[in-house]
């Protein structure tokens, strides 16, 4: 029998930490705790994304303020508002959200975030960081899977681990989490041979693939645990994960659903990186 991870409820408890942490912070220092969230252009899914960031501020007490920019902003114009930014006391946190228009250079506007404001864990600098295994700020929706893995009492340590997907912002960062959590890891992408023998392998399954019901049975082995990153609609226009879930559950241990796995976890975590970033900011000077 398998057990569903509800991220929702570890959602909702880890919120209420987070707000506690957040209320904590403002009687001992007497101020807000800031996050900019910055969006170009006109992107639905953005648009939607970023509603719902600001939102999530709103509920655990951290000040948001949105800066909303035209799709045919210069280059130099989001420079010099990041750059503003990064020089203000009164922001603890600075979210860039992608995609950018075409024409922008995001890794360079994304470098003008400093290090310790940098709450999406996106810069080469945290990159790094996470890579040495340093104490940094991480990726939100990795680090969501990680901080579920943990509160569900999952054993890490020793166990193999497969992630499918090896981008940027899920698939390499999630790597190098379970990396560093002591795990033997393999990362999977577009080009691995013999992918079904080798998530067989997992007792610890990963999907960030962004293809419906990718995953299935066959490719699953008995009482693994299974994260499933996905977000896509099925032929029926259902949102549906990576993994094949109907067929699926019944072989895992654990399996997250979608929706309500890991998708309510990524925005907790980017007010868990906020507070994080603010309480460190009071520890450095
Ligand atoms: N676009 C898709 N996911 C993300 C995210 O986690 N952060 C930002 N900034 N942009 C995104």
């Known amino acids: 029998m398998y057990k569903l991870i509800d991220g929702k409820a570890h959602s909702r408890a880890l919120r209420q930490e987070i707000a506690e942490g957040v209320a904590q912070y403002k009687k001992n220092y007497g101020k807000d705790i800031g996050l900019a969230v910055v ?16 939102k999530g501020c709103g509920e655990v007490g951290i000040k948001s303020y949105a800066h909303y920019l035209p799709a045919d902003t210069t280059q130099s ?24 228009p075409a024409g922008l250079d995001a890794q360079k506007i ?3 975030i400093p290090v310790e404001k940098d709450v ?11 890579c040495l295994n340093n104490n940094c700020l991480v990726a939100c929706t990795p680090n969501g899977v990680m901080k579920m893995l943990e509160r569900e009492g999952i054993q890490i ?38 992918l079904k023998e080798i998530c067989s392998s997992a007792d610890i399954l990963v999907a960030a693939i962004g293809r419906a019901k990718y995953i ?14 996905g977000m896509n609609r099925d032929e029926n226009g259902k949102l549906c994960g990576d993994v094949d879930f109907e067929n699926v559950k019944d072989k895992c241990s654990y399996i997250t659903p979608v929706p309500g ?6 925005i907790t975590m980017l007010l868990y990186n906020t507070l994080a970033a603010a309480q460190r900011s009071v520890q450095i000077g």
């Open 157 to 194: 340590n020793g166990k193999n681990a497969v992630v499918v997907g090896r981008s940027n912002i899920v698939g390499k960062p999630m790597a190098m989490l379970l990396l560093n959590a002591d795990a033997t890891v393999t990362v999977c992408h577009s080009k691995t041979r013999n």
């Open 120 to 130: 999406d864990g996106f810069s080469e600098s945290n990159i790094g960081n996470l």
């Open 77 to 100: 114009q989001a420079e010099e508002l990041v750059g503003g930014l990064a020089a203000d006391p009164a922001i603890h946190g600075i979210l860039v959200q992608l995609p950018l």
């Open 39 to 54: 969006l170009i252009g006109d992107d639905g899914a953005s648009q939607v994304y970023v509603r719902n960031k600001i």
């Open 110 to 112: 994304l470098s003008l």
């Open 261 to 266: 796995g890991v998708g309510p976890m990524t």
């Open 216 to 229: 299935t049975a066959d490719m699953v082995k008995d009482d693994a645990v299974v994260i499933d990153v």
